[in-house]
């Protein structure tokens, strides 16, 4: 039997290891994985270097989001340990004004002890419009939010907003790369996805279609599929 390639995954801001459990359970006969906790720090750089310090040798690494970011910071501090690589519904840019703008506001009202965590007004920009409904995955994400807390989100707020612009990192990655984006995903559109798959020689751009910016668990089975290609691959 073949053995089983380490798979680290790095959740999105205030996501858990639920977001990762469909992928768990469809690639667990050929990868031993373990969720990376991002909610104890306030920069991706110490995010990436506490992975690190956790995670075994030599590795495949995906990161949806936030985790998108520390994937790519883990790339800057030890490209050596990484097998494979998989960014899915993340940028490789920094925050614009206007984001860091909406950032700051959002720790603001959460230390003036307003946070809600994902609210509803916030879902459409998170799942498909179809999905708004679903009250199964609905619960995952309030449950994820909740989960994280506050100063979880207060911490990887700060994160999110002083990484830096890793557009030119993107020609040093050698590893095989997959690169996947929701077609809906409003957060971080298809455009950016093509960005980096173009940046990353050799790298495989996966759109799923009818899932927003968390397909992981809009659109399981997509995911899985075109993950298990790149584990095999």
């Not at 995670?55 to 490209?79: D, H, T």
């Not at 206007?98 to 916030?122: D, H, N, S």
């Not at 911490?155 to 690169?179: C, N």
């Not at 997509?222 to 691959?233: C, D, Q, S």
Request: aromatic share 4%; glycine share 6%; net charge negative.
């Amino acid at each position: 039997m073949a053995e089983k390639i380490p798979l680290v995954l790095l959740p999105g801001l205030l996501c858990d290891e639920k977001l990762w459990a469909p992928q768990m359970q469809a690639l667990a006969d050929m990868a031993d994985c373990q969720v990376a906790d991002l909610t104890r720090h306030e920069s991706v750089t110490e995010m990436a270097a506490a992975t690190l310090a956790e995670a075994p040798e030599k590795f495949a690494l995906a990161g949806l989001s936030m985790g998108g970011y520390v994937a790519q910071e883990i790339m800057r501090q030890a490209p050596e340990r990484v097998l494979k690589l998989a960014l899915l519904d993340t940028s490789p840019r920094a925050d614009s004004e206007e984001q860091m703008v909406r950032r700051r506001g959002l720790i603001e009202l959460a230390q003036k002890g307003r946070f809600k965590g994902v609210t509803p007004r916030l879902l459409p920009l998170l799942i498909h419009p179809e999905r708004q409904q679903d009250e199964k995955l609905t619960a995952i994400i309030f449950a994820m939010a909740e989960h994280v807390g506050m100063d979880g989100f207060i911490r990887q707020q700060k994160a999110i907003m002083g990484r830096p612009d890793g557009r030119a990192d993107l020609a040093k990655i050698k590893v095989p790369a997959l690169v996947l984006c929701g077609r809906q995903d409003a957060l971080t559109p298809l455009d950016i996805h093509k960005e980096i798959a173009a940046g990353i020689a050799g790298s495989r751009l996966v759109v799923v279609e009818e899932s927003g910016h968390l397909p992981t668990l809009e659109r399981p089975a997509e995911v899985n599929m075109a993950m298990r290609e790149w584990l095999r691959g």
